[in-house]
T-cell receptor
Framework: AQSVTQLDSQVPVFEEAPVELRCNYSSSVSVYLFWYVQYPNQGLQLLLKYLSGSTLVESINGFEAEFNKSQTSFHLRKPSVHISDTAEYFCAVSAGEYGNKLVFGAGTILRVKS | DTEVTQTPKHLVMGMTNKKSLKCEQHMGHRAMYWYKQKAKKPPELMFVYSYEKLSINESVPSRFSPECPNSSLLNLHLHALQPEDSALYLC?????????????FGPGTRLTVL
């Protein structure tokens, strides 16, 4: 059974518009949540992560994500996107019930148009 | 040095060939990972080494053979592969292999099996 669901396979958006990439997870225990970005023909880069504490986490390039335990969500947002944000974004969860490994969602391709 | 390096970047091999992929990190990390990523799919975990010992094998076929000669180096030996094994092979490392660790990914080796 899929433990991380990314509801949108592709999200087209115009430059300078806001965007939200959705992520829901299923786990009955404490989780650690991550967002990674993958540019074409490259490896994955960590964008941000939630371990504990404040439910709102931010990255250095303007992205933020909010951990919502009651809705089991960890949606990624940016108030104003740039062409350079075009990439594939993966939500991932780490939890003991998955055998001490990182499990990825299917990914969302963000296409920023001028 | 916050980098994971992988060689080669591209590899084309026949089904009877034997080849190896190499991964290196000098961040003092004690956990290293191999992932396989098919086109338009998320990465899937293959193996985890923790403190140079194999801790997770995700039921990977024996034609893939991992090796961790020391804490900085991870190899993946390939033999008698099938065309469906063509994919991007990603290496990652993390500090201790704990659930809360951030995994740092290399750029990947794009493998084509003819």
């Amino acid at each position: 059974a899929q433990s991380v669901t990314q509801l949108d396979s592709q999200v087209p958006v115009f430059e300078e518009a806001p965007v939200e990439l959705r992520c829901n997870y299923s786990s009955s225990v404490s989780v650690y949540l991550f967002w990674y970005v993958q540019y074409p023909n490259q490896g994955l880069q960590l964008l941000l992560k939630y371990l504990s504490g404040s439910t709102l986490v931010e990255s250095i390039n303007g992205f933020e994500a909010e951990f919502n335990k009651s809705q089991t969500s960890f949606h990624l947002r940016k108030p104003s996107v740039h062409i350079s944000d075009t990439a594939e974004y993966f939500c991932a969860v780490s939890a003991g019930e998955y055998g001490n490994k990182l499990v990825f969602g299917a990914g969302t391709i963000l296409r920023v148009k001028s | 040095d916050t980098e994971v390096t992988q060689t080669p970047k591209h590899l084309v091999m026949g089904m009877t060939n034997k080849k190896s992929l190499k991964c290196e990190q000098h961040m003092g990390h004690r956990a290293m990972y191999w992932y396989k990523q098919k086109a338009k799919k998320p990465p899937e975990l293959m193996f985890v080494y923790s403190y140079e010992k194999l801790s997770i094998n995700e039921s990977v076929p024996s034609r893939f053979s991992p090796e961790c000669p020391n804490s900085s180096l991870l190899n993946l030996h390939l033999h008698a592969l099938q065309p469906e094994d063509s994919a991007l092979y990603l290496c990652a490392s993390s500090l201790r292999g704990e659930l809360s660790d951030t995994q740092y990914f290399g750029p990947g080796t794009r493998l084509t099996v003819l």
